[in-house]
């Protein structure tokens, strides 16, 4: 079965902490991108990436991270420098060059 | 002008009524506009998506309206059934190089009531 996985489900962070939410697809999608969801609200992009060891900054990309070391892992870092952490994330990957976007089932972070 | 405002933020229909939610946008470049439908605590799915050289387009229950001049495009469900209750996002996108980047509404909890 292709598709996108994300890991945890849920995750919880102390103050100052870091903690990375895991984003992998098998759909041989050159393009990946990571969004938070806050209740209410639309989508707003954090990262995105359109080829490996290469990304750009979205709306909201102060207080976070990512690397794309591999072309089916797109994993991205909430540091403690985000304040404001407590969200619904979705990763999401594309065909490059096609607009069509799949998501995953989402991480949802909270802090103790 | 990188804005998409979608209306109303939430929507209770009966069952087998028609549910219509509205998008409109400034940039006349976006020149793909898909929604998405999005069950709580699941990832969005896209539903249905349509291209400014379009009027309309129709996938069973769901249609696109598009109209250009006015800058808007709607989302109508007909014969709404309490299963389609969920979030509706509407999205545009435009950015060069085909980025894929989208830019979204902000959402519309419709609930269909039996």
């Known amino acids: 079965d292709g598709g996108i996985t994300q890991s945890p489900k849920y995750l919880f962070r102390k103050e100052g902490q870091n903690v990375t939410l895991s984003c992998e697809q098998n759909l041989n999608h050159d393009a990946m991108y990571w969004y938070r969801q806050d209740p209410g609200q639309g989508l707003r992009l954090i990262y995105y990436s359109q080829i490996v060891n290469d990304f750009q900054k979205g709306d909201i990309a102060e207080g976070y991270s990512v690397s794309r070391e591999k072309k089916e892992s797109f994993p991205l870092t909430v540091t403690s420098a985000q304040k404001n952490p407590t969200a619904f994330y979705l990763c999401?990957?594309?065909?490059?060059?096609?607009?069509?976007?799949?998501f995953g089932p989402g991480t949802r972070l909270l802090v103790l | 002008q990188q804005q998409v405002k979608q209306s109303p933020q939430s929507l209770i229909v009966q069952k087998g009524g028609i549910s219509i939610i509205n998008c409109a946008y400034e940039n006349t470049a976006f020149d793909y506009f898909p929604w998405y439908q999005q069950f709580p605590g699941k990832g969005p799915a896209l539903l249905i998506a349509?291209?400014?050289?379009?009027s309309e387009k129709k996938e069973g229950r769901f249609t696109i309206s598009f109209n250009k001049s006015a800058k808007q495009f709607s989302l109508h469900i007909m014969d709404s059934q309490p299963g389609d209750s969920a979030t509706y996002f509407c999205?545009?996108?435009?950015?060069?190089?085909?980025?894929?980047?989208?830019?979204f509404g902000q959402g519309t909890t419709l609930q269909v009531k039996p």
């Open positions: 999205a545009a996108s435009n950015f060069p190089g085909n980025t894929g980047k989208l830019i």
């Open positions: 999401a990957s594309s065909i490059l060059g096609v607009k069509t976007q799949y």
């Open positions: 349509i291209r400014p050289d379009v």
